[in-house]
Nanobody, 124 residues
């Protein structure tokens, strides 16, 4: 499976962006967004179960970010609102063939496929 992330850019604090992740084939497991801020480890942001639509969020983005999927099961989105400078990072999409149980769902090792990343910069 090949994943292509897009939609990053420069936005002012309080603004919004929508990221997309297009898969080369239909998805039936889990897709997720991770992010890596400069000088920090890559961290989990959000995940979605393709079959049930169940979502999960990191506490740092809950209430501000919304993960969703299209009906063709090929494209995942991350709507980011009320962006803060600390949201600045390279955002990566990832996919798993299952719905990992917690806490594995937030681990990089639970995901088999990765996109190339798209950079988000939030100015203060």
């Amino acid at each position: 499976v090949q994943l292509q992330a897009s939609g990053g850019g420069l936005v002012q604090a309080g603004g919004s962006l929508r990221l997309s992740c297009a898969a080369s084939e239909r998805q039936f497991g889990t897709s997720a967004w991770f992010r890596r801020a400069p000088g920090k480890e890559r961290e989990f942001a959000a995940a979605i179960n393709w079959r049930t639509g169940t979502t999960a969020y990191a506490d740092s983005v809950k209430g501000r970010f919304t993960i969703s999927r299209d009906n063709a099961n090929t494209t995942m989105y991350l709507q980011m609102s009320d962006l803060k400078p600390e949201d600045s990072a390279v955002y990566y999409c990832a996919a798993s063939t299952s719905w990992p149980v917690l806490p594995a769902r937030q681990w990089e090792s639970a995901y088999h496929y990765w996109g190339q990343g798209t950079k988000v910069t939030v100015s203060s």
